[in-house]
């Protein structure tokens, strides 16, 4: 029996519909490129503004702050106040923000609205703002309401500097408005509760504004805390000098 031949197998010659698909894939290869080198030296126009369904998209890219459900009004205000800016910035429509708003809550502010949320939003007119109305209502309760009137009322400079004295004042202000109506009352209730000094050089000054107040009340507070490191300065250098001065008998 003869021995079996091995035959060398040799690649096949491409027929012409092969050549014919390989020049069509090579002819959309070069046409993709040129596409993507036109777009490059030419880019696309901005995409027009986002509509309602990318509203969320738009105030999360802006990180807003969490509301846990501190029974502080500050917080609380604060966190009205960020919430009001974003829906400013992204234009998100009155009928969205309620939604938005409470995808912000944690804690007892999401265990309030599990409870609260869905009859307050079948209420006729429920929008942003009675939400803001509830929450102040829920998560600023009399006892603290009359706690920061009680701390505005008999607020004073004391230790504090000007600058944590003015913020403190601020804070404050904006839960006893009714103790500050007009500006010029603003004026009078924080030069009251300056330190004796500062009150006695700008009782004589016609200030306008809280602002005009608070500055000239700084200003004052920088001298004097200059004056009084110079005088302590001295005051130790003089020290310093009597000790050298001083020789032990023999």
């Not at 006892?143 to 920061?148: P, S, Y």
């Not at 006893?176 to 109506?181: F, G, I, N, S, W």
Request: glycine share 6%.
């Amino acid at each position: 029996m003869a021995p079996s031949r091995h035959r060398t197998r040799t690649p096949e010659t491409p027929t012409n519909e092969q050549l014919a698909q390989n020049l069509q894939h090579l002819t959309q290869t070069m046409q993709t490129l040129s596409e993507a080198l036109l777009h490059n030296n030419n880019p696309a126009p901005p995409p027009p503004p986002a509509g309602n369904g990318d509203v969320r998209c738009l105030v999360s890219g802006h990180r807003p702050p969490i509301f846990a459900g501190e029974e502080d009004p500050v917080l609380l205000e604060e966190w009205i106040r960020s919430l009001d800016k974003f829906f400013a910035v992204v234009g998100c429509p009155e009928d969205r923000r309620v939604e938005l708003a409470s995808f912000y809550y944690r804690h007892e502010a999401d265990l309030w609205w599990v409870h609260v949320g869905l009859a307050c939003q079948e209420e006729p007119g429920f929008d942003w703002s009675a939400l803001k109305d509830k929450m102040r209502e829920r998560f600023y309760p009399s006892h603290v309401r009359a706690t920061m009137y009680e701390e505005f009322l008999h607020l004073q400079q004391g230790s504090s500097s000007v600058v944590e004295y003015h913020k403190r004042f601020l804070e404050l202000g904006r839960f006893a408005r009714m103790l500050v109506p007009t500006e010029l009352a603003k004026v009078e209730k924080f030069v009251a509760g300056l330190n004796y000094e500062a009150r006695k050089a700008l009782t004589v000054s016609k200030l306008r504004t809280l602002n005009e107040a608070y500055l000239s009340a700084a200003d004052l507070y920088r001298v004097q805390q200059l004056e009084r490191g110079s005088f302590e300065f001295a005051k130790k250098r003089n020290e310093g000098s009597g000790s050298h001065s001083f020789k032990k008998p023999r």
